[in-house]
T-cell receptor, first 110, second 114 residues
């Protein structure tokens, strides 16, 4: 069973921020939160990861709550090319056996 | 850096035949992973290697599945006596373990068992 819970689908208008939530209430202290996305028929693509602090890179921002039981991936200005399935996973670095779940299907519309 | 490559990209086989898939990771990456993905589901972890050592293989789906990484570079995934239920996308990923993992995925091999 997946260690994370995500809404099955979301939609967003092009140019707006897309905020994708993830619950990981059973996360342990040494587990990171990772986000990947998968565009139809391609392999998943890494987006961002974090442990405790909020993180930002050229693709997205990751906001992790203080109790680490949930997080939000933010795509600040969504484009049509951001339409994909987004996966939130938790895993530790030493024994990395990720469980992907079904993810959130994000549709960005014009 | 040419990314992770997988060969073949597509494979059609008849039930009962053996198939082998190859994965070439990013050259400096020491970890290599195999996943299976069926329609509408996320990738399902199968096994992984650190260099040539297979560190986890309990998630391989049956004893018909086996994987090797003989020299710590490329890897092969073999399915013996294929069944129609083996039809899926088989994904490979690699990473350079540094405490946290950033996996880079290949394009996958799509298997159809008739």
């Amino acid at each position: 069973d997946a260690k994370t819970t995500q809404p099955p689908s979301m939609d967003c208008a092009e140019g707006r921020a897309a905020n994708l939530p993830c619950n990981h209430s059973t996360i342990s202290g040494n587990e990171y939160v990772y986000w990947y996305r998968q565009i139809h028929s391609q392999g998943p693509q890494y987006i961002i990861h974090g442990l405790k602090n909020n993180e930002t890179n050229e693709m997205a921002s990751l906001i992790i709550t203080e109790d680490r039981k949930s997080s939000t991936l933010i795509l600040p200005h969504a484009t049509l090319r951001d339409t994909a399935v987004y996966y939130c996973i938790v895993a530790s670095g030493g024994s990395y056996i990720p469980t992907f779940g079904r993810g959130t299907s994000l549709i960005v519309h014009p | 850096d040419t990314g992770v490559s997988q060969d073949p990209r597509h494979k059609i086989t008849k039930r009962g035949q053996n198939v082998t898939f190859r994965c070439d990771p990013i050259s400096e990456h020491n970890r290599l992973y195999w996943y299976r993905q069926t329609l509408g589901q996320g990738p399902e972890f199968l096994t992984y290697f650190q260099n040539e050592a297979q560190l986890e293989k309990s998630r391989l789906l049956s004893d018909r599945f086996s994987a090797e990484r003989p020299k710590g570079s490329f890897s092969t995934l073999e399915i013996q006596r294929t069944e129609q239920g083996d039809s899926a996308m088989y994904l490979c990923a690699s990473s350079q373990y540094r405490g946290a993992e950033t996996q880079y995925f290949g394009p996958g091999t799509r298997l159809l068992v008739l």
